[in-house]
């Protein structure tokens, strides 16, 4: 069960940079998905004490918890006691609220790092045999490995200066994670933050496995297993930069000597830190830069509640380091929101946390605009750019009132009110059945059937003239029309056998060819009925089935067939298209379950739509699931991250993203490169451009959007397939090459894209172009 009361008496409670005042409060909201701010220390005891009916309310919702889950009474009696007698006044209306007092010495002295434990594998408990040097010593280095995280190392104060810490393990170990407390006793002040960890059998064949920055607490890099006697740890900066370094504790990760990677469909590298459990993922197009965000916490999320803001990090891939800052001046919490990206490469996030807010990210700053409301208070919503620069969403019940979530459209040009209700584009069309249990449980458990879910994250594919394709989740699919005053749907059918497929994957891989894929997914969004006690029923597992559809003119049928299976079954995946056309798929859990790693599939699949044949990728060794997420890198590699995002079920909280190298990296066949243009070029639809490379190169090439993704949704990604024609001679010793640029903004949805050339199948570096219709 969640371990809320071990969080009351036990957990660290750091801060984070430029966060307001009213953080420092812990909400219990929402059965279905538990919602927490994370309790930050307060320099100020608060004399104010619960009344005898908040203590006596929250003791008696702890005993029936313990005896809901089975748990000792006593245990969680003197837990909770301790939390009451630390506990703040009365609060206005709502959540149950709990301000607390600074942690005590014992209480931080108790501290693990509350994140996701390296899957399977065992701390090295003998430390005796280690051997640690460090940069410089202010305070030994031996306290690194003593025990007491009341001692610490401590560097000397060397401003601009990169510390470090290496450890002679004295064996060779299948070395999967390093884990690092920030200084206790000077209230993690000066822990590291941007770092970089290597491993290697010897001192003189170190590799990089992991980079990026963690929090003030610490943080734990898990990376692929490596087999490695020494271990390096540098930090570039810390939380506080005045100059030094101080850590508390150090520990190592193994796993059994078996369990290293076997390269397969490609590689698993370098795994990317972040200072927050990351949810929603974009990239920038114009500085390259991937921002990331969680919610109002960077390990816990609020629903409906103050304060209305978000951890956003960003990190860059030239300097390998990543920021931290909090965005309050939007008024938006973006946890669960609709996502999409718009011509300009700006994000529009509609509801979530913040339900019946919108505000936009324009790559520079944040906008909050001046009347930011939608019409329908939603979270999980489908949402897309169109084809005539409006935005177009549907559905989303998780926030909000539980009642239809019908259509709205988006108008930048519209004076006032920007979002207008569709009344016709109901959404009743977009529905699944309502969950239920499976027959072979037996359940009769009142809870086995729940209808909350039935309007979650519907595929949107924008496309001609201003009309949007329903492709799922609902086995149902549908035309939506959404000329203003003419707005109608069409049904048109169904996905063949499938059933619902609720976070199961869709892309548009061949956009001139209306070319779209939906894999995986599952008829219900949990399958346990509750999944601390598995006795009580199950409903229905995630499904491999995969399936093509092919768009014609708006409104007419749609072309469905059904394709190779995936090997594996999932629900949580996400898919990226490649730059070769295929589509590379990662993560994912054969039974659903949000904030639960079991039953995560560890296998990624790279499905090749010439041969309809999947293949195996290599074997991951970090869960992604729930909350994760994947997207293309302009160097043709794919980034995979995030999960989790729940103070109460930080078991499966990660702080991290890993990069994918497929296995088209690795052919032996020099990249080409694409020369002679501009950062970002500006090509026009309906036009022919010209490409200049550094080497002969295949006649197929692609264009990939930019987009955003949260939840395993992301309804703007597609791909152009480009048919390369060569010139005659070539430029200053460059080979020129021309392609069409298609016509139509429902192919070819202006914004930002990605442009690469490929030769023998391997891509380039890709180049940013920018399509647009003036």
């Known amino acids: 069960m969640p371990n809320f009361l071990g969080f009351m008496s036990e957990a660290v409670v750091p801060s984070w940079p430029n966060a307001s005042k009213s953080e420092n409060l812990l909400a219990y909201h929402d059965v279905e998905k538990t919602g927490v701010f994370l309790p930050r220390q307060s320099a100020q005891k608060n004399s104010k004490q619960l009344s005898l009916v908040a203590k006596f309310l929250l003791l008696a919702f702890v005993f029936a918890s313990a005896i809901s889950f089975g748990q000792p009474i006593a245990e969680f009696a003197a837990r909770a006691y301790t939390a009451v007698l630390r506990c703040g006044g009365p609060r206005p209306q709502g959540p149950i609220q709990v301000q607390f007092d600074d942690p005590t010495p014992a209480d931080l002295n108790r501290t693990f790092f509350p994140a996701a434990k390296p899957w399977n594998a065992d701390i090295i408990q003998d430390r005796k045999a280690w051997t640690l040097t460090c940069s ?78 963690w929090r003030d607490i610490g943080g734990a890099a898990i990376f692929e297993p490596r087999h490695a006697r020494y271990i390096k740890l540098s930090v570039v900066d810390t939380n506080k930069d005045k100059g030094f370094v101080a850590i508390s504790e150090i520990q190592v990760w193994k796993l059994p000597a078996e369990n290293v990677q076997k390269p397969e469909g490609g590689i698993w590298t370098h795994t990317v830190d972040f200072p927050l459990v990351p949810v929603t993922a974009w990239l920038n197009p114009k500085t390259g830069r991937l921002v990331t965000v969680s919610s109002n916490s ?38 669960c929101p609709g996502t999409s990206m718009d011509e300009n490469g700006h994000v529009l996030f509609t509801g979530g946390s913040s339900s019946d807010i919108y505000s936009i990210y324009d790559l520079d700053k944040w906008v909050k605009p001046d009347d930011n409301r939608i019409v329908k208070a939603r979270g999980y919503q ?11 969403m549907i559905g989303g019940t998780w926030s909000g009132q539980k009642v239809n979530k019908d259509g709205e459209i988006y108008d930048p040009k519209a004076a006032g009110q920007k979002w207008t209700l569709l009344n016709k584009i109901s959404a009743d069309y977009i529905k699944m059945r309502p969950s239920r249990c499976h027959p072979d449980s037996k359940s009769t458990h009142t809870d086995c059937v729940t209808e909350d879910w039935q309007q979650h994250h519907p595929w949107l594919f924008a496309w001609k003239k201003g009309t949007v394709f329903h492709a799922g989740p609902s086995k149902q699919m549908n035309w939506f029309f959404l000329a203003k005053g003419s707005e109608d749907v069409k049904p048109v059918g169904f996905r063949l056998d499938d059933d619902d497929a609720v976070c199961g994957a869709a892309v548009m891989y061949d956009a001139a060819a209306g070319s779209i894929l939906t894999a995986g997914g599952a008829p219900n969004y949990h399958y346990w009925v509750k999944a601390e006690d598995h006795s009580l029923g199950y409903r229905y597992p995630a499904t491999n089935n995969v399936f093509g559809m092919t768009l014609g003119n708006p409104g007419d049928p749609v072309t469905t067939t059904k394709l190779a299976s995936m090997a594996h079954p999932r629900i949580f995946g996400n898919a990226v298209i490649l730059p070769t056309g295929e589509i590379f798929i990662a993560g994912g859990q054969t039974k659903g379950e949000g904030f639960h790693d079991d039953e995560w599939v560890e296998y990624p699949e790279i499905y090749n739509p010439a041969r309809n044949e999947w293949r195996k990728g290599s074997r991951n060794s970090i869960p992604r699931t729930y909350h994760s997420w994947a997207l293309l890198l302009p160097d043709a590699t794919v980034i995979v991250g995030g ?57 197929d090439a692609s264009l990939i959007r930019y987009s955003a993704v949260t939840h395993a949704l992301n309804n703007d990604l597609r791909r ?9 001679g070539s430029a200053g010793g460059a080979f020129e090459y021309t392609a069409d640029i298609p016509e139509d903004p429902g192919v070819a949805l202006p914004g930002y894209w990605m442009l690469f050339v490929l030769k023998g199948g391997v891509p380039s570096v890709a180049k940013t172009v920018r399509l647009h219709k003036d």
């Open 382 to 392: 489908g949402q897309t750019y169109l084809s005539d620069g409006r935005t177009f």
């Open 643 to 699: 999960g989790g995002l729940d103070i109460l079920r930080d078991k499966t909280n990660h702080y991290d993203a890993q990069i994918y190298q497929p296995d088209y990296l690795f052919k032996g066949t020099p990249r080409p490169k694409i020369v002679g243009q501009d950062d970002i070029g500006q090509w026009k639809l309906k036009s022919t451009v010209s490409i200049q490379t550094d080497l002969e190169v295949d006649l």
């Open 136 to 213: 410089s010593n202010t305070n030994a280095c031996s306290n690194l490995v003593d025990g007491d995280k009341e001692t610490d190392w401590k560097s000397e104060t060397k401003a601009g200066v990169t510390h470090w810490i290496t450890i002679d393990l004295g064996a060779e170990y299948l070395v999967h994670s390093l884990q690092v407390t920030s200084s206790v006793s000077l209230g993690f002040e000066n822990g590291p933050r941007n770092h970089k960890v290597e491993v290697g059998r010897a001192l003189a064949d170190l590799q990089v496995v992991a980079y990026g920055a």
């Open 298 to 335: 960077p390990n816990g999320f609020a629903k409906e509640q103050k304060p209305h803001e978000t951890v956003l990090s960003e990190w860059d891939p030239k300097t390998l380091k990543a920021t931290v800052k909090v965005v309050a001046e939007t008024n938006h919490n973006i946890f």
């Open 720 to 728: 152009i397939h480009l048919k390369l024609t060569k010139k005659t």
